[in-house]
């Protein structure tokens, strides 16, 4: 009875990591919150954001200086929106100075250096130090 328990178990292992391949292989699809999130990413830094930006910055730019006697909230309140709309406009802003992605320095020596090119090197850089 013990041996045929032992094949069961040992059986149904193998079999399990057997059909584990065809799992593995598979491409899960897109979760469901994906499509939603990727329309919002592309409403808020689009055109439309850099416009919803000027006129938020603009609006409480104007209600802190000419808006007169603010209570707490109301500042407050114009500060966050002044605040968001310098987040929605931060890619349109960035863009005008020229930045649209990452710099990334290269490495100007080769990887795999021979011992003569090695020695050479060092010599250069002796000869820079004195």
């Known amino acids: 009875?013990?041996?045929?328990?032992?094949?069961?178990?040992?059986?149904?292992a193998v079999a399990t990591l057997i059909e584990t391949g065809a799992a593995h292989a598979s491409s899960g699809g897109g979760l469901p919150w994906e499509a939603p999130l990727e329309q919002i990413q592309q409403s808020i830094?689009?055109?439309?954001?850099?416009?919803?930006?000027?006129?938020?910055?603009?609006?409480?730019?104007g209600m802190l200086i000419f808006g007169g006697e603010l209570?707490?909230?109301?500042?407050?309140?114009?500060?966050?929106?002044?605040?968001?709309?310098?987040?929605?406009?931060a890619s349109q802003i960035v863009g005008l100075f020229g930045a649209t992605g990452a710099t990334l320095a290269t490495n100007t020596r080769p990887a795999v250096q021979s011992p003569d090119l090695s020695s050479r090197i060092l010599e250069q850089e002796r000869g820079r130090l004195v």
Do not use: E, W
Request: hydrophobic share 65%.
């Open 45 to 61: 830094t689009g055109p439309v954001a850099g416009f919803i930006a000027l006129a938020a910055v603009a609006v409480a730019g």
């Open 1 to 12: 009875m013990k041996a045929v328990q032992t094949m069961i178990v040992a059986s149904t």
């Open 71 to 89: 209570n707490d909230f109301a500042r407050r309140l114009m500060y966050v929106v002044l605040v968001a709309g310098i987040l929605l406009g």
